[in-house]
């Protein structure tokens, strides 16, 4: 095996995308490997294997909110500097000066397995990482580092001690004030070992560790394909049929229908572990092929606060309910599995309470709950948050829909269960039809009074929303994501709401108007390119151009008003809008600046997001047909 030394080496990765990077290993933590070993540290200039390392690249943004982390030879992959929250790192030394970068770097070191313990009672924080216990107290230019048994004193400029700020509006999960603890980041990146480069062309602080391999460093087994992955569940992949298909006696055999059976009851046993599913009954998002056959996943996994974005919780709910309705449907090929059938429909139970317990006093839920930070607080329709869950509602309250009962048709028997009252579970966690009645009618009335209306006419909703208004009032979510009108979650949305059975006229309203507003706008003469420019940090651009196209082609927002005033566009700026409709198109970067286009800035957010998209119209006409076909129209 290749070996490095402790002392500055070139790996050949780089931490940016023009040069090579040095990277520093530090003084090594503890080895854990698959069992406890005690702690081993390198001596400096000592040899290690340079595959008993993993290698991570940290950055932060001198103008943006956000944060970046690379593994290995990947691409940087952003998020905000302190989650859910969009503070940015303030340069107290000036623009550009490295030296004067303080920023949280809470969530940036967890990412390569460190730890921040900062008391905002007493001033004191404590970083541990990799066998080093890092010592600093707000307000004092000194620090502590204690590696092994040897401790040494570090020393900062004055303008560079660390300090908390508070963050208004936001609370800790005991409901006390929310602090951010600001640290040195050069100071801090290279105490703990690790080596740091400025890079100009980006604005960003750039820093590069590597330290041994252990559980704390390691991920659960990623495997795309295997039938059952935390990812496959977020997408609600595994659906009845396929499902059902794995236990065909008629085209398996037996001993292949066995193994499918005991591969479904492990996959949904790990779904369930305690360490997966939270006590509140949510579970965290994993974007993840993360593979629910792998003994090591539960030891593997690190936990999350609970969500119904990018199809958590809802997405897990449904698979359990499929395992419990093909168990039931199945009895003999279920046999001897009765107490890990017991232990996955606790799971189940449990999730639903969590659903009607997330529900604000307002109707709406929260992208995160029942602790989370910014927008993560936010009444959330983005990536089907709040419609998805709210079909799991419809179901689990309703015998059939009025154009898709699948879901339905998946949750009869857990129906059955709430109106029995008999299910030690359902009687525990107090589930009752009416009660999911009351909270779908709360949800459902907040739809409804959440539409957008603009210059008297109603058109589609928001992506989020203020989490305690009374009425509802469109918000923001990532840095790039600025409170406007989405036609893709008013797409999901009307779909929910064209599935209800006998719809009020409220209802109906709400479809029509927006399938009329969707008809109504729209640009044409204009395509998306991806142009080839070395000069950016992924080597391309991606613009949209004039071309003549009659493909007509959707904003991904558009605007909360007709003047522009909103967003503080001036008259003369609105005529350069894309089209002359008065309801506009809006984009924006990592910097929340609004622009009529996106060739303007925001270059890393117009080649990573999509910003236009086609079909919004014919996709709003196939489910207002079916919609009026089953309504007999």
Known sequence: MRKVTKSLVTLGLCTTMLAGAFISVPTAGALSGLSKVD????????????????????????????????????????????????????????????????APMKCSLEDITG?????????????????????????????????????????????????????????????????????????????????????????RL?????????????????????????????????????????LDTTKLTSEQVKTNVANMIKAGLNVVDPVYQN?????????TEYDLLEDSFARLYTKGYSTVDNGATHGHMKFLSRIIRLSKENPTLFAGYSTELSTIEKGFWKAAKYMCDAQNDNGGWPQYYPYGVGYFKNITFNDNAMPDLMESIYALSNDSGLTDSEL?????????????????????????????????????????????????????????YEPDAVDPVPAGGRAFELPSVSPDESLTMV??????????????????????????????????????????????DRLFLKDGSTTKQFGRFYGLDTTGKYYGFTEEQMKNKLTSNKFYEIFAGRDSVAQLSMNYGMCERRIGYSYVRTGADTKAKTIYDAWKKALGE
């Open 408 to 464: 339905c048709e998946d949750y009869a028997w857990a129906r059955e269960e709430i109106k029995n009252q008999t299910n030690p579970y359902v009687l525990e966690l107090g589930i009752k039809h009416d009660t999911l009645k009351s909270v779908w009618d709360k949800g459902l009335d907040f739809v409804i009074r959440a539409q957008v209306v603009i210059d008297g006419t109603k058109t589609g909703w928001a992506q989020q």
């Open 279 to 287: 006590d509140d009954g949510g579970w965290a998002k994993t974007n």
């Open 495 to 540: 779909k929910v709401l064209a599935n209800i059975v006998n719809p009020s006229d409220a209802v109906k309203e709400a479809i029509t108007s927006y399938v009329n507003w969707i008809n109504s706008v729209g640009i044409t003469g204009y395509g998306i390119y991806n142009i080839s420019d070395r000069t950016r940090e992924l080597g391309t």
């Open 206 to 246: 750039e820093m590069a560790f590597a330290f041994y391999a252990s559980d704390a460093a390691a991920s659960p087994v990623v495997n795309s394909k295997s039938d059952y992955t935390t990812r496959k569940m977020e997408l609600n992949s595994n659906t009845y049929s396929k499902m059902k298909e794995r």
């Open 39 to 102: 702690t081993v540290y390198a001596a400096d200039g000592e040899q290690v294997e340079l595959g008993d390392l993993v290698l991570r690249f940290l950055a932060i943004g001198e103008y943006e909110p956000n944060r970046y982390t690379k593994k290995d030879g990947n691409k940087w992959g952003p998020e905000e500097i302190e989650k859910g929250l969009l503070i940015k790192a303030d340069m107290v030394l000036g623009e550009g000066n490295a030296e004067g970068m303080m």
């Open 115 to 203: 730890h921040v313990d900062a008391d905002v009672s007493t001033g004191n924080i404590v970083i541990t990482y990799n066998g080093l216990t890092l010592t600093m107290k707000a307000g004092s230019t000194t620090a502590e580092l204690k590696n092994g048994t040897d401790t040494k004193t570090l020393n900062m400029r004055s303008e560079v001690a660390p300090y908390f700020k508070k963050i208004d509006g936001e609370k800790n999960a005991d409901g006390s004030d929310y602090y951010a603890c600001y640290l040195p980041v050069k100071f801090t990146a290279e105490a703990l070992g690790g080596n740091v480069v400025w890079n100009d062309a980006m604005h």
